[in-house]
């Protein structure tokens, strides 16, 4: 089952903060972060395991809440090249396929 | 990280025609795996490809259509067969390398359009 992701959208002015969500009905082994910008591949940005860690990429910060099967992806004062559509993945065993959000549209304005 | 190169990076094709996508990896790696993304969307699991195996295919997802080898660690195809303008999408393989904390990494994709 598709994990759900919210918002579907945002648009930032540079320097701004933003929180994407990302939450599943099954219980995790663990959630991935991926960046797509247009045109391109997705690009991995971190994994999180169960064991409600955190975990960061320049400011770009996440955590999983294992008790709520959710995990939040934190955009930190955030630059233009933060622009692009942000996927969560996530899986239910180490190696596992990814099941990906619907993801979410980030726009980032100088 | 493993490096994926994925071929060809696009194509045009007439309808119930067949195309075959490959990808090489630079790499062995256990999991490959096939997803579609219609254009503005998500990205759907087409199949894992395992070596040495059969593709395990996803619901709404069949061998015949979509058939699918693996005859190595580092080398996968997938054919989108009897293409309709429904197969119109962007078709990416990926994997994963060894190790819990390793992300996977995809290839550039091939943006199959069927006239």
């Known amino acids: 089952q598709q994990p759900v992701q919210s918002p579907q959208a945002v648009i930032l002015r540079e320097g701004e903060d933003a929180v994407i969500n990302c939450s599943s009905s099954k219980a995790l082994y663990s959630v991935h972060w991926y960046r797509q910008k247009h045109g391109e591949a997705p690009v991995f940005l971190m994994i999180l395991l169960k064991g409600g860690e955190q975990k960061g990429h320049e400011k770009i910060s996440a955590s999983f809440n294992e008790k709520k099967q959710q995990s939040s992806l934190y955009l930190t004062a955030s630059q233009l090249s933060y622009s692009g559509t942000y996927f969560c993945?996530?899986?239910?065993?180490?190696?596992?396929?990814?099941?990906f959000g619907g993801g979410t549209r980030v726009l980032v304005k100088p | 990280s493993a490096v994926i190169s994925q071929k060809p990076s696009r194509d045009i094709c007439q309808r119930g025609t067949s195309l075959t996508i490959q990808c090489q990896v630079d790499?062995?790696?256990?999991?490959m795996f096939w997803y579609r993304q219609q254009p503005g969307q998500s990205l759907t699991l087409i199949a894992t490809?395992?070596?040495?195996?059969?593709?395990?295919?996803e619901s709404g997802f069949v061998i015949d259509k979509f058939p699918i080898s693996r005859p190595n660690l580092t080398f996968s195809t997938l054919t989108v067969s009897n293409m309709s303008p429904e197969d119109s999408s962007i078709y990416l393989c990926s994997v994963v390398e060894k190790g819990i904390h390793y992300g996977y990494t995809f290839g550039s994709g091939t943006r199959l359009t069927v006239v």
């Open positions: 790499s062995q790696v256990t999991m």
């Open positions: 993945g996530t899986a239910k065993a180490a190696g596992n396929k990814l099941t």
């Open positions: 490809a395992n070596q040495g195996s059969e593709a395990t295919y």
